[in-house]
């Protein structure tokens, strides 16, 4: 988490000269930041991480034409938690809003909140839960349903300023209990689902588990359209595209 950190102030400190005295660049010449994550997905559940049932192809595009990290984990798996150490670089006990629900306090210094201040023009959609205090430092948050991702979300991009970089945060709510019935047209067969050692074998649990995976589908070609826009917009070369 805190190489993800790492890796975007480094392409920050290389592409924002701005932020020194000297005379600005041009703002086309800065690039932008997409980070996608997912709610309650588990690790290993993609098709670049080899699992043999779900088919995230535009996931795993993005996985074989950028680095994949194998051994980069969060110290907490809870929801508001992990996205307040994602967007502060620091540990849960650290940001002061180490369990879940509790809002992030006001004094904790976000990537939206340095990169606003250096010119970026910052959007957040889907799954907030960061509390009150950290939206003055977005131009831009819509929350939604996990249905709703990508259509919020091109909304966004194409309502953005044309001459700012921006950082968008997609925070999704697929997967997440309780899950949708219909989340994809082709849903998967829970016969052909892969029941973990720690769960019963039971109709039920393979039912939920086949809608477990349907949202992550669902959120893959949600992936895949704002992708496409990215690119039709012909942005998407000189954008950082991360997914979690």
């Not at 950028?66 to 967007?87: E, H, K, Q, V, Y």
């Not at 010119?119 to 957040?124: A, D, L, P």
């Amino acid at each position: 988490m805190q190489r993800l950190l790492l890796l975007i102030l480094l392409a920050l400190a290389c592409a924002l000269p701005a932020i020194a005295p000297a005379a600005a660049p041009d703002e086309h010449d800065r690039p932008n930041f997409v980070i996608f994550i997912a709610d309650d997905q588990g690790e290993g559940d993609l098709g670049c991480y080899g699992h043999p049932v779900l088919k995230t192809p535009n996931i795993d595009r993005l996985a074989a034409e950028g680095m994949r990290f194998d051994r980069a984990f969060l110290t907490i798996s809870s929801c508001s938690p992990t996205r307040c150490s994602f967007l502060t670089g620091r540990y849960p006990h650290n940001t002061g809003a180490e369990d879940l629900h509790d809002p992030l306090p006001a004094d904790q210094k976000t990537l939206a909140r340095y990169l606003r201040g250096a010119g970026f023009h910052c959007m957040s959609v889907g799954k907030w839960h960061l509390g009150e205090a950290e939206r003055p430092n977005w131009d831009r948050v819509v929350e939604c349903a996990g249905r709703d991702t990508a259509d919020e979300a091109l909304t966004l991009i194409k309502e953005r300023p044309q001459d700012k970089p921006f950082f968008f945060w997609v925070a999704t709510k697929d997967p997440h209990r309780p899950f949708d019935d219909d989340a994809v047209p082709e849903p998967h067969d829970p016969a052909r689902v892969i029941v973990p050692p720690y769960l019963p074998d039971h109709p039920l649990i393979r039912k939920e588990i086949a809608q477990y995976y349907d949202e992550i589908t669902r959120f893959d070609g949600h992936v895949g359209r704002i992708r496409a826009e990215l690119e039709r917009q012909g942005v998407l070369d000189r954008t950082f595209v991360v997914y979690l």
